[in-house]
C-alpha cells in the first residue's frame, strides 16, 4: 500500500490508532522530560524562600542579595530551559505548567512579606519551603507520572 | 433524514499521511516539526507538504520561531481543524459499525 494512496474506512481507523500510538510516545517523552524539569525548579525556589528566611536584610544583606540573584537567575533559568525542553506536550499540559509556575512565584513573593516576622521555627521555615514549591511540584510530580 | 455517515467522511482527510498528522496533532496543544516527523516516521520534505496543504484547507496553523539561534516549527490543529476532523471520526466509526 502506498503511502499516499487514499485509505477506505477500516484502513483510515487502523492508521489513525498507529498514529497516536506513535506520537503518544512522543508526548509522554516531552511530558516526562518537562515534569522532572518542573519538579527540580519547584524544589530550587522553595529552597530560596526557605534560605530567605535565615538570611533576613536586617541581619544579613550580604546573603539576602545574594538570595535573591539565584532567584532572579533560576527564573531567567527556567524561562529558557522550558523554551528549550518544550517540544510536544499533551492537551492542557502548559496551560497547568503556566498555573504551576506562576502560584509558586505568587507563593515566594508571599515568603518575602514574611521576612519582618524573622521566623526561626524550622517547622515554619519547612512549611514555607513545601507551600513555595507545592504548585509546580505537584504539577511536575503530575507530567512525570503521566 | 439524516446524511448517511459515508457523506459526512471528509475527502481532506483520506490521504493516509494527511489522517496521521490529523491524528497525531489531536493529541496535544502544539507539536515541533521534528516530534511530528519521528512520531510519524516520514521525511521532512512529505511532513512539510502535508502539513502545508492542511494549512491551506484552515486545518492546521503553522507556527515559526526560534530556540535559541535554531529556527524551530510548530504545528498545532486550528479549532475548525479540530472539530472537522472529530466529525471526521465519527463519521469512520460510523460507516465501520464502531460507533
Known amino acids: ?146 | 433524514m439524516t446524511t448517511h455517515a459515508r457523506n459526512r467522511l471528509n475527502d481532506d482527510f483520506s490521504n493516509p499521511v494527511r489522517l496521521s498528522i490529523m491524528g497525531a496533532l489531536n493529541m496535544v496543544e502544539e507539536a515541533d516539526f521534528k516530534s511530528l516527523k519521528e512520531a510519524l516516521g516520514i521525511s521532512d520534505s512529505v511532513l512539510s507538504r502535508h502539513l502545508s496543504a492542511l494549512e491551506e484547507k484552515g486545518h492546521v496553523k503553522i507556527r515559526k520561531g526560534f530556540v535559541g539561534k535554531r529556527p524551530r516549527t510548530w504545528a498545532k490543529l486550528s479549532p475548525e481543524g479540530r472539530s472537522a476532523f472529530t466529525g471526521h471520526v465519527q463519521a469512520l466509526k460510523e460507516v465501520t459499525g464502531l460507533a
Do not use: C
Request: charged residues 10%; without cysteine; hydrophobic residues 55%.
Open chain 1, 1 to 146: 500500500m502506498s503511502a499516499e494512496n487514499n485509505l477506505n474506512p477500516e484502513q483510515q481507523l487502523a492508521a489513525l490508532a498507529q498514529a497516536q500510538a506513535d506520537m503518544d510516545r512522543a508526548v509522554g517523552y516531552g511530558s516526562r522530560l518537562l515534569g522532572w524539569y518542573s519538579i527540580i525548579v519547584s524544589l530550587v525556589i522553595g529552597a530560596l524562600a526557605f534560605l530567605l528566611q535565615l538570611y533576613p536584610p536586617q541581619k544579613h544583606m550580604a546573603g539576602f542579595i545574594v538570595i535573591i540573584g539565584l532567584y532572579v537567575v533560576a527564573i531567567l533559568a527556567a524561562s529558557l530551559a522550558y523554551r528549550k525542553l518544550y517540544r510536544s506536550l499533551p492537551i492542557g499540559a502548559s496551560k497547568r505548567y503556566t498555573w504551576g509556575f506562576t502560584l509558586t512565584i505568587v507563593f515566594y513573593a508571599a515568603s518575602l512579606a514574611l521576612l519582618p516576622q524573622q521566623l526561626s521555627s524550622w517547622a515554619i521555615l519547612g512549611l514555607i519551603w513545601i507551600v513555595v514549591s507545592a504548585p509546580l511540584l505537584i504539577v511536575g510530580i503530575g507530567m512525570v507520572r503521566k
